[in-house]
Every structure is written in C-alpha cells, then in structure tokens.
C-alpha cells in the first residue's frame, strides 16, 4: 500500500526557515517523480515543486523561485521541501504527493498533509 | 493556463445525474484529471488524462471534453460524493480550477 507522510510543519515568524520531510513507502520510491502542492485555509489547491526521481532536476512555482528548495533522498525513500525567507502567503497545508511514473505531471497518491503557519 | 470551474456550489438530491464543467483559458490537449477532496482530507484522484478512472474509484464517475472544455459526470449521486471536486491541467505549467462544492439537496 502506498503510503506519503508529511512532518515538519508548525508556527514560523516571517522570513524564517523550516523544512518538510515526507516519508515514503509501499512503492519503488526512486523510480517515482515527486512534488508539493499546498492549500491555503479555505482555499484551493497550488502546486509548489517537483523533482525528477533522480534528483536531477528540480522545478518551482514562481512565487517560491530562490526561497524554496526540493530535494529527496532515494536511500532513506523520504522527500523534502526546504523553505526560506517565508512569508504570510506560505501559510498553507503541503500535501507530499506522487506523480504516478516518471514525469506524468498529476499526482495519483497524496500524504495526509503537514500545516504550515507563518505569522509573527 | 487559468481554469474555471462552475457552479462553485451544486446541490443535488441522490440519484441525481451530476455534471460538473472545468473551462480552461487555452486548450488544454486532454491534460486534465479531477480531485475529490472531502473535508479535512487530502485530495483523492478520480480522474486523469480527461476520460481515464483512477483504479479503485467507482464507475458511477466519468470524465469527457476536449479542447477547453472538460466535464465530470457522477451518473448517480451518492451521500458519500459530498465533497469540493477540482480539476487540474498538466498541459501548459500545473494549475488546478477554484473547485465545486458538492452538497445532498
């Protein structure tokens, strides 16, 4: 069964830093692309940042270009979302979610979802 | 490329044949696939590539369109659909739609 766990999250004063893991397990982690899509409260859904399964490449929404960083590691099959110099608008659940090959681009499998709050 | 979705709210009565229309800003080449999202959960994926059934996911949901235009069908409703739906393009960049809450009239 294939299963996402996000950690991490929490209350984060402006321009601080925190980082998400997800734990992945039930699949082949390394052959998967991976991304993060958040949800703000009450709001829709915007995808953040994908990662091909090597690692090789990376690719980000505008509004995190330079404070964001995704990165995983295939040995201990977890991923990760390093964010820096957060703002107000970060304030968002982050779903760690699967693309379901390698570079499908939608997301068949979602964690349960980490809140993050940026607020002084 | 920017999505709207309409209604933003439907309210139907079980058994009812329900369509939910997702129109994108440009063509949107069939790159499309629908979320379910129950509250306090994450989103489940229901539909992908406009007409294709996630496995697991009951047949009572369908998906059609092309172009700029794309439809969610549940062919009856039931109390367990109560939920917001999104749609999601993958053709140019990765946008998803406002969504539509679904209600029981």
């Known amino acids: 069964e294939v299963q996402l766990v996000e950690s991490g999250g929490g209350l984060v004063q402006p321009g601080r830093s925190l980082k998400l893991s997800c734990a992945a397990s039930g699949f082949t982690f390394s052959n998967y692309y991976m991304a993060w899509v958040r949800q703000a409260p009450t709001k829709g859904l915007e995808w953040v940042a994908s990662i091909t399964n090597s690692g090789g490449s990376t690719y980000y929404r505008d509004s995190v270009k330079g404070r964001f960083t995704i990165s995983r590691d295939n040995a201990k099959s977890t991923l990760y979302l390093q964010m820096d110099s957060l703002r107000s608008e970060d304030t968002a659940t982050y779903y760690c979610?699967?693309?379901?090959?390698?570079?499908?681009?939608?997301?068949?499998?979602w964690g349960p979802g980490t809140m993050v709050t940026v607020s002084s | 490329i920017q999505l709207t979705q309409s209604p933003s709210l439907l309210s139907a009565s079980v058994g009812d044949r329900v369509t939910l229309s997702c129109k994108g800003s440009?063509?949107?080449?069939?790159?499309l696939a629908w979320y379910q999202q129950k509250l306090g959960e994450a989103p489940k994926l229901l539909i992908y590539?406009?007409?294709s059934l996630q496995t697991g996911i009951p047949s009572r949901f369908s998906g059609s369109g092309s172009g700029t235009d794309y439809t969610l069908t549940i062919s009856s409703l039931q109390p367990e659909d109560v939920a917001t739906y999104f749609c999601y393009q993958y053709n140019n960049g990765l946008t998803f739609g406002s969504g539509t809450k679904l209600e029981i009239k």
């Open positions: 440009q063509n949107i080449n069939n790159y």
């Open positions: 590539n406009t007409n």
């Open positions: 979610t699967r693309d379901p090959g390698a570079g499908y681009w939608y997301f068949d499998f």
